[in-house]
Nanobody
Framework: QVQLVESGGGLVQPGGSLRLSCVAS????????MGWYRQAPGKERELVAT???????HYGNFVKGRFTISRDHAKKTVTLQMNSVEPEDTAVYYC???????????????WGQGTQVTVSS
């Protein structure tokens, strides 16, 4: 069993900062990538940021330098530092991991339960 547990969501004022964390646990052989997606009411889930092995990162176009993703490979964690947040950043944020449970097993995508981020004054 693989679990992704998020923490750090909540209410923040426009222009403020928030830090999301996610830890992966369970039967994990290797992790190819960890990242964050978000889904606002009535909208499709979209990529926020992902960190692939070898230090490669990708961000959604809307991030525009405001967010920073980082991974700790040994601890199997991924963190999203969100700065200069806007009301449009309000959404449920989901941790995502692309991983394998064994050397002969296929890489699959796993999701956390999600954490609510609300940006409002």
């Amino acid at each position: 069993q693989v679990q992704l547990v998020e923490s750090g969501g909540g209410l923040v004022q426009p222009g403020g900062s928030l830090r999301l964390s996610c830890v992966a646990s369970g039967s994990i052989f290797s992790i190819t990538a960890m990242g964050w997606y978000r889904q606002a009411p009535g909208k499709e889930r979209e990529l926020v940021a992902t960190a692939i092995n070898e230090g490669v990162t990708h961000y959604g176009n809307f991030v525009k330098g405001r967010f920073t993703i980082s991974r700790d490979h040994a601890k199997k964690t991924v963190t999203l530092q969100m700065n200069s947040v806007e009301p449009e950043d309000t959404a449920v944020y989901y941790c995502n991991a692309l991983l394998s449970k064994g050397p002969a097993l296929a890489t699959r995508q796993y999701w956390g339960q999600g954490t609510q981020v609300t940006v409002s004054s």
